[in-house]
């Protein structure tokens, strides 16, 4: 279904005549009366009055929101896993930068005491209602909720139903009470990332979630105050988008009979693009249209009837400072911005996923400015991208014209500029349609003496959105030496002459793949193997060699630049040799 920026939706088979019995059961209207107050207009499909539909206005002025991750949900405490502890700095930071929500994920699991009461730490909720206050004193919306808990105690409740469901309960019954004077921009999301532990599947799990929901959702609007008519958002099965969950969820919804609930799924990407294995090393159609398909599924089986929907965690699963080059940028850029415009489309509201890897909170500055700048642009407008943001030259020999295809999403190019300089259309460079074809002579000038490594950055930039920024990077292929090691410590050594590693794969002799993820002979960047551009060298992990079979095992290393070397290695026991040939 392409969303309809009305909202109305035709009623044109029994599935659309099964939402409007679902609809009117809801508001408890006739399936009739419904009818007629969608063809008189006074309804749309999504099944709430016009302009009267107060969740999916409160979710869409949450948009665009961000997390503070890793930190009320570190286990045990909030700096525990590396982040400095919150300010209201921090929060005013954040509003400033166009963020309108903020998620806090809360681990409660370490910071409360024995049954039956389970008792919150005083001190523990209280810094949790601290930061609470500042984020709605500084206008955001907040959402809270029940964070690593889902992993550590509720994943065992079909086999523990009476402790898990009393301990559940005690909690949301003390947090409900704390907050439920709390402003109405306070919304309560019931479990992170539900999962159960034993069960038969599908179908038990979202009995399981059910049962949770129901008792939330409960023990939440019995606790009176504003919780009577608080948002409440309610997550699928693994906070999962494939098509059986969300109809899972959509029959708990319609149990619950309230109006003022949301959705709540995560979206981390195409899987194999989303940790680079298996190849999946550019944003290409197959991870857009992972992308497409999933956020349709959401809107249609939310959105059009009504229920809005907030993606509470979204980016890369291996996206992360600590980590560079396992996804390259313009990569993830150009992933960034079709996430800000398919969401857009859908009215969805979307909270990005930020441990630490988007925002220094130390220093208050994005850690790549630039993506931050797309990230915000893409709340409100499409940016133009290119096939990629590098441009490979050979540092010896002479400098030829290269060409880059244009992805224009509805934009169009208005010129290129290095350093504040425009470059001169017809000299510099040419447009055909979609190509851009930067000139041997624009080439040579910009790479000047020719040194290892980005020479210059140009921009290409498009009548609306962020400019797409372009390396032009001198190298020389990479050169790898023999090596000596063990499978707990084994470095190549790599001379990397200006280029950067894309990927790696690893076959035996007879073709198969070789180590871990055996259905794939790419391997997965920084977990199996990662470069050392600092100290020249290529580090094979102890996960790799975990899974090789003794003997010889052949890696080729990708480059950006197109170029492909190979190496040989030869395992024996906790032995490894490597050798060029």
């Given at each position: 279904?392409?969303?309809?920026?009305?909202g109305?939706?035709e009623?044109?088979?029994s599935?659309?005549?099964?939402n409007?019995?679902?609809?009117?059961?809801?508001l408890?209207?006739t399936?009739?009366?419904?009818?007629?107050?969608?063809?008189t207009g006074?309804?749309?499909?999504?099944g709430?009055?016009?302009?009267?539909?107060?969740a999916?206005?409160?979710?869409?002025a949450?948009q665009p929101?961000w997390?503070?991750?890793n930190?009320?949900?570190?286990i045990p405490?909030e700096?525990?896993?590396?982040n400095?502890?919150t300010?209201?700095?921090?929060l005013h930071?954040?509003?400033?930068q166009?963020y309108?929500?903020i998620r806090i994920?809360?681990t409660w699991?370490?910071h409360h005491g024995?049954?039956?009461?389970?008792?919150?730490?005083?001190a523990?909720?209280?810094?949790v209602?601290e930061?609470?206050?500042?984020?709605l004193a500084?206008?955001?919306?907040?959402?809270?909720?029940l964070?690593?808990d889902?992993w550590?105690?509720i994943?065992?409740?079909?086999?523990?139903r009476?402790?898990?469901m009393?301990?559940?309960?005690?909690?949301w019954?003390?947090?409900?009470?704390t907050?439920r004077?709390?402003?109405?921009?306070?919304?309560?999301?019931?479990?992170n990332?539900?999962?159960?532990a034993?069960?038969?599947g599908t179908?038990?799990?979202a009995?399981?979630?059910?049962?949770?929901?129901a008792?939330?959702h409960?023990?939440?609007?019995g606790?009176?105050?504003?919780n009577a008519?608080?948002?409440?958002?309610l997550?699928?099965?693994?906070?999962?988008?494939?098509?059986?969950r969300?109809?899972?969820?959509?029959?708990s919804?319609?149990?619950?009979?309230?109006?003022?609930i949301?959705?709540?799924?995560?979206?981390?990407?195409?899987?194999p693009?989303s940790?680079?294995i298996?190849?999946?090393?550019?944003?290409?159609?197959?991870v857009?249209?992972?992308?497409?398909?999933?956020?349709d599924?959401?809107?249609?089986?939310?959105?059009?009837?009504?229920?809005?929907?907030?993606?509470?965690?979204?980016?890369?699963l291996?996206?992360?400072?600590?980590?560079?080059?396992?996804?390259?940028?313009?990569?993830?850029?150009?992933?960034?911005?079709?996430?800000?415009?398919?969401?857009r489309l859908?009215r969805?509201?979307t909270?990005?996923?930020?441990?630490?890897?988007f925002?220094n909170?130390?220093?208050l500055?994005w850690?790549?400015?630039?993506?931050?700048?797309?990230i915000?642009a893409?709340?409100?407008?499409?940016s133009?991208?290119?096939?990629?943001?590098q441009v490979y030259?050979r540092?010896?020999?002479?400098?030829?014209a290269?060409?880059?295809?244009?992805n224009?999403n509805?934009?169009?190019?208005r010129?290129?500029?290095?350093?504040?300089?425009?470059?001169v259309?017809?000299?510099?460079?040419?447009v055909?349609?979609?190509t851009?074809?930067l000139t041997?002579?624009?080439?040579?000038?910009?790479?000047?003496?020719?040194?290892?490594?980005?020479?210059?950055?140009i921009e290409?930039?498009?009548?609306?959105?962020?400019?797409?920024?372009?390396?032009?990077?001198?190298?020389?292929?990479?050169?790898?030496?023999?090596a000596t090691g063990t499978?707990?410590s084994?470095?190549?050594p790599?001379?990397?002459h200006?280029?950067?590693l894309a990927?790696?794969?690893?076959k035996?002799a007879?073709?198969?793949?070789?180590?871990?993820?055996?259905?794939?002979?790419?391997?997965?960047?920084?977990?199996n193997?990662?470069p050392d551009?600092?100290?020249?060298?290529?580090i094979?992990?102890p996960?790799f060699?975990a899974?090789?079979?003794?003997g010889?095992?052949?890696?080729?290393?990708h480059?950006?630049?197109?170029?492909?070397?190979?190496?040989?290695?030869?395992k024996?026991?906790?032995?490894?040799?490597g050798?060029?040939?």
């Amino acid at each position: 279904m392409i969303p309809s920026r009305t909202g109305v939706v035709e009623l044109t088979n029994s599935a659309d005549h099964s939402n409007v019995r679902r609809i009117a059961h809801r508001l408890r209207v006739t399936a009739c009366a419904l009818v007629a107050l969608l063809v008189t207009g006074m309804l749309t499909a999504g099944g709430a009055q016009a302009g009267t539909d107060d969740a999916m206005k409160t979710v869409a002025a949450m948009q665009p929101g961000w997390n503070l991750g890793n930190t009320m949900d570190a286990i045990p405490d909030e700096t525990s896993w590396g982040n400095p502890r919150t300010t209201r700095v921090l929060l005013h930071h954040v509003r400033s930068q166009g963020y309108k929500s903020i998620r806090i994920p809360v681990t409660w699991s370490n910071h409360h005491g024995a049954a039956p009461d389970y008792p919150i730490d005083a001190a523990w909720l209280a810094r949790v209602r601290e930061i609470v206050d500042w984020s709605l004193a500084e206008g955001l919306y907040v959402m809270i909720n029940l964070h690593h808990d889902s992993w550590q105690w509720i994943n065992t409740y079909p086999s523990d139903r009476a402790a898990v469901m009393a301990r559940y309960t005690a909690l949301w019954s003390q947090i409900a009470t704390t907050f439920r004077d709390h402003s109405p921009k306070l919304v309560f999301e019931s479990i992170n990332e539900p999962q159960f532990a034993g069960t038969s599947g599908t179908d038990e799990d979202a009995r399981a979630l059910h049962e949770l929901n129901a008792e939330f959702h409960r023990t939440v609007r019995g606790s009176g105050g504003r919780n009577a008519t608080r948002l409440l958002v309610l997550p699928t099965v693994n906070t999962a988008a494939d098509q059986p969950r969300l109809d899972a969820f959509l029959a708990s919804y319609d149990q619950l009979h309230d109006p003022n609930i949301a959705a709540t799924v995560h979206f981390y990407g195409f899987w194999p693009f989303s940790v680079n294995i298996a190849g999946f090393t550019r944003y290409n159609a197959e991870v857009e249209q992972d992308l497409v398909g999933t956020f349709d599924r959401v809107y249609n089986t939310f959105v059009s009837r009504g229920i809005p929907v907030i993606i509470g965690e979204w980016a890369l699963l291996s996206y992360d400072h600590t980590r560079p080059g396992v996804i390259e940028r313009g990569e993830f850029l150009k992933f960034v911005e079709a996430v800000g415009y398919h969401a857009r489309l859908r009215r969805l509201t979307t909270m990005l996923w930020d441990a630490g890897q988007f925002l220094n909170r130390t220093e208050l500055r994005w850690r790549d400015q630039g993506v931050h700048d797309l990230i915000r642009a893409s709340w409100a407008t499409r940016s133009g991208t290119a096939s990629s943001d590098q441009v490979y030259l050979r540092r010896s020999g002479t400098i030829t014209a290269q060409a880059l295809t244009l992805n224009l999403n509805g934009t169009s190019l208005r010129g290129l500029r290095q350093g504040g300089v425009d470059l001169v259309n017809g000299t510099d460079y040419t447009v055909s349609g979609t190509t851009l074809t930067l000139t041997a002579a624009a080439l040579t000038r910009l790479a000047g003496n020719r040194a290892y490594g980005v020479n210059a950055t140009i921009e290409a930039r498009f009548s609306q959105g962020v400019p797409w920024q372009i390396g032009i990077i001198s190298y020389d292929p990479p050169t790898q030496a023999a090596a000596t090691g063990t499978t707990t410590s084994f470095t190549i050594p790599t001379q990397f002459h200006g280029d950067q590693l894309a990927t790696m794969d690893a076959k035996y002799a007879d073709g198969r793949p070789a180590g871990p993820a055996n259905w794939t002979t790419f391997k997965e960047f920084w977990q199996n193997f990662q470069p050392d551009y600092a100290a020249g060298g290529m580090i094979l992990k102890p996960e790799f060699f975990a899974e090789v079979a003794d003997g010889r095992v052949t890696l080729t290393f990708h480059f950006w630049s197109g170029t492909q070397i190979t190496y040989y290695l030869t395992k024996s026991g906790t032995s490894v040799t490597g050798s060029t040939g």
